[in-house]
């Protein structure tokens, strides 16, 4: 298994400002993942962020709004930039454990609301 | 992209009653996991079972990959079993996709005492 922090827990900013997520496992994993829930919705992928190279991006979402960094195997930020309101939701990230196949452990999110 | 369907959205139960949630998938998968999401947000890792059968206690899942489907069975349901049950399904075809989970929309299960 594996256990993930993330910071913050929760957060309001206002419209046009940024926010930067931190992840942080306490294991060495490739890869980590960011999800994004919005209010009643299920999760959709973000992007997926390997060590040392650039995060891939799934459709719908870009770089500059989701900038990601991934220093090293065990620490990834997500930062939402120039907010609005739709950017209300939970952002949770993730990893793949191989104890028994490849399951994923999720943190516990960052509940964030634009106002 | 792969299509996760899960049965019934709503499920309302009195505590005691048995329950069983559904989960379809339009093609074949790689890995195949059952989470609770619990009132806070946090998701809650049940069964990992991309084939066969499991059981932990009151909860059990069975997966017929063949025939792309996945069930999670709650005996016994308690109000602390209150919450949404999402199936979520990593594509078989590797390469690109691996690792990448996509959700179904969830079961929103409440049990009443």
């Known amino acids: 298994s594996a256990v993930i922090s993330q910071k913050p827990s929760r957060d309001i900013c206002q419209r046009g400002t940024s926010l930067t997520i931190q992840c942080q496992v306490d294991s060495q994993v490739t890869m980590m993942f960011w999800y994004r829930q919005q209010p009643g919705q299920s999760l959709t992928l973000i992007a997926t962020a390997n060590q040392g190279s650039e995060a891939t991006y799934e459709s719908g979402f870009v770089i500059d709004k989701f900038p990601i960094s991934r220093p090293n195997l065990t620490f990834s930020t997500l930062t939402v930039s120039n907010m609005s309101p739709e950017d209300s939701s939970i952002y949770l990230c993730s990893v793949e454990v191989g104890d028994q196949g490849y399951e994923q452990y999720f943190g516990p999110g960052t509940r964030l609301t634009v106002t | 992209g792969i299509q996760v369907e899960q049965s019934p959205p709503d499920l309302i139960l009195q505590e005691g009653a048995n329950s069983t949630l559904r989960c379809n998938f339009s093609d074949s998968v790689n890995n195949l996991q059952w989470f609770h999401q619990n009132p806070w947000g946090q998701l809650i890792n049940l069964f990992y079972?991309?084939?066969g059968t499991k059981q932990n206690g009151r909860l059990s899942a069975t997966t017929v990959a063949t025939e792309r489907y996945s069930l999670l069975y709650i005996s016994s349901s308690q109000t602390t079993d209150s919450g949404v049950y999402f199936c979520?399904?990593?594509?078989?075809?590797?390469?690109?996709?691996?690792?990448?989970?996509?959700f179904g929309q969830g079961t929103i299960l409440t049990v009443h005492p």
């Open positions: 979520a399904v990593e594509p078989g075809a590797g390469g690109t996709s691996y690792g990448k989970l996509t």
């Open positions: 079972i991309p084939s």
